[in-house]
């Protein structure tokens, strides 16, 4: 029996791997100050215990002491502020997108609308009810799979605009680096920059109602030239076609 991954995925998106090394740096530090304190402590308990004869020392109103403990957590927090912004405002920096997704949440699934293709459409749960009432055997990506995926090109930067038409959800795929609020009135603005072809999963991260975990969300990503066709195949036809 193989483990289950322990860590965070590292994704495929420039930002995944920024979040994730973000992470790496911050559990470094928590596990060096980890061994470090229970270092001290140990060491403390074992020689200066009362059987040897230690008698307690008074650290009360050291200034020295007071300053250190409260200059070393500051350094370390501006430590971990420093590179952490500077990935904040890359994931906000939507420059030089190629293309321009808008992406909706219901009650309960997303739409999808390719604003400079005239795309659009709705992905719903595609998992049979038998599966979910316990009557057939389940499938690999139980609960993970949708009837239309969100296909995008790889190597492009990808502009998506988040929002919801009824309560709030929230777009979340892991392996994109991405978790997305979409809330009613409002649009957010993120980008994603797919490196490797492939299927991606993910789910609503909001607790959104009676079927917030049957609202799967799945993107393909493919070659530009798999995305040209598969554009062709899906534009509405240019003369009075209505979506
Ligand atoms: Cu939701």
């Known amino acids: 029996m193989s ?17 994730y090394n973000l992470h790496m740096i911050t559990l470094y530090i928590c596990c060096a100050i980890g061994v470090a304190v229970f ?4 060491y403390t308990l074992i020689k200066h215990r009362r059987s040897q004869g230690a ?3 008074s650290f009360h109103g050291n200034t020295l002491v007071e300053i ?38 219901y009650q309960w699934k997303w739409g ?12 719903n749960l595609s998992t049979p009810q038998a599966q979910i009432d316990g009557v057939e055997k389940k499938d ?8 239309h995926p969100m296909v995008v090109p790889i190597n492009q930067k990808i502009r ?19 978790k997305q609020d979409a809330i009613p009135g409002y649009i957010n603005e993120n980008w994603i920059y797919v490196t490797k072809p492939g299927t ?25 030239d798999q995305f040209k066709q598969w554009v062709k195949a899906h534009q509405p036809k240019k003369q009075g076609a209505s979506v």
């Open 200 to 224: 991606y999963r993910g789910q609503c991260g909001e607790l959104c109602g009676a079927q917030h975990g049957f609202m799967p969300i799945v993107v393909k990503a493919v070659t530009a």
């Open 140 to 147: 690999l990506h139980f609960l993970q799979e949708v009837d």
């Open 160 to 178: 998506l605009l988040v929002t919801s038409d009824d309560v709030i959800h929230d777009w979340w795929v892991p392996e994109l680096g991405l």
């Open 39 to 42: 270092a001290v402590l140990f």
């Open 68 to 105: 250190i403990w409260t200059t070393i957590p500051i350094l370390i927090l501006v430590a971990l502020a420093i590179p952490a912004t500077i990935v904040l405002s890359r994931i906000h920096n939507t420059d030089k997108s190629k293309l321009n997704i808008k992406i909706t949440g």
């Open 3 to 19: 483990l289950p991954p322990m860590n965070m995925p590292r994704g495929v998106t420039p930002i995944s791997h920024d979040i």
């Open 112 to 123: 999808y609308e390719y604003l400079d293709q005239g795309i659009k459409f709705l992905s």
């Open 55 to 57: 008698k307690a020392a």
